[in-house]
């Protein structure tokens, strides 16, 4: 099993401009979840899908982030318009829903630099 | 509000020694637990999970949960310089989506 694949791995855009990251959850898994890590804050859930559809969107920061999941095996995550504040590591990960004992698979993350 | 709540550290070991994480969770329903990973720079990583009170043990991994005083705890037997990282302690309550501690920084020293 490939895992669950981000792209793109590192990304450095300019502030003001629109960055789209993208995640494929592992085969099967019907959850996916979009976290953001920084040092101050450590590792927040901003949306998590189950069966495609948005369950909690609550944590997505503001109107300039926006998720999708068009079908089971693809997702993104926007920013438009980008600040240097959204500067992270952005993680995707994806499971079972409903299967109490099972864990996430997190994928390698993408780095985002907003300057 | 559902919270799981660990020491930041950063907690030093000696090479060899036995290395404790501890954990405790807010709410008496919380059904499964799991102990992350994460090496600098890197994704967390799944390294154990626990769901029943008592010991569960994976190779120099034990999980300890107990229930009743609603703690959990990771031990990291013959520490190795390998196991510098942050562990981060996830609780699920119900049925719901996991909760991730803070994390606590582990350095294993030569």
């Known amino acids: 099993d490939a895992g669950v694949i981000q792209s793109p791995r590192h990304e450095v855009t300019e502030m003001g401009q629109e960055v789209t990251l993208r995640c494929k959850p592992i085969?099967?898994?019907?959850?996916l979840f979009w976290y953001r890590q920084t040092m101050m804050r450590g590792l927040e859930l901003l949306i998590y899908?189950?069966?495609?559809?948005?369950?909690?969107d609550s944590g997505m920061p503001e109107d300039r982030f926006s998720a999708k999941m068009p079908n089971a095996s693809f997702s993104t995550l926007k920013i438009q318009p980008s600040e240097p504040r959204d500067s992270a590591v952005y993680f995707c990960a994806s499971s079972i829903q409903g299967l109490a004992n099972y864990g996430y698979t997190f994928g390698s993350g993408t780095r985002l630099t907003v300057v | 509000q559902k919270e799981v709540e660990q020491n930041s550290g950063p907690l030093s070991v000696p090479e060899g020694a036995i290395a404790s994480l501890n954990c405790t969770y807010s709410d008496r329903v919380s059904q499964s637990f799991f102990w992350y990973r994460q090496y600098s720079g890197k994704s967390p990583e799944l390294i154990m999970s626990?769901?029943?009170?008592g010991d569960k043990e994976d190779g120099r991994f034990t999980a300890q949960l107990n229930k009743a005083s609603q703690y959990v705890s990771l031990l990291i037997r013959d520490s190795q310089p390998s196991d510098s990282a942050t562990y981060l302690c996830?609780?699920?309550?119900?049925?719901?989506?996991?909760?991730f501690g803070t994390g606590t920084r582990l350095t294993i020293i030569p």
């Open positions: 626990i769901y029943s009170n």
């Open positions: 996830a609780a699920r309550f119900g049925n719901e989506k996991l909760t």
């Open positions: 085969s099967g898994h019907n959850s």
């Open positions: 899908f189950n069966n495609n559809v948005p369950i909690d």
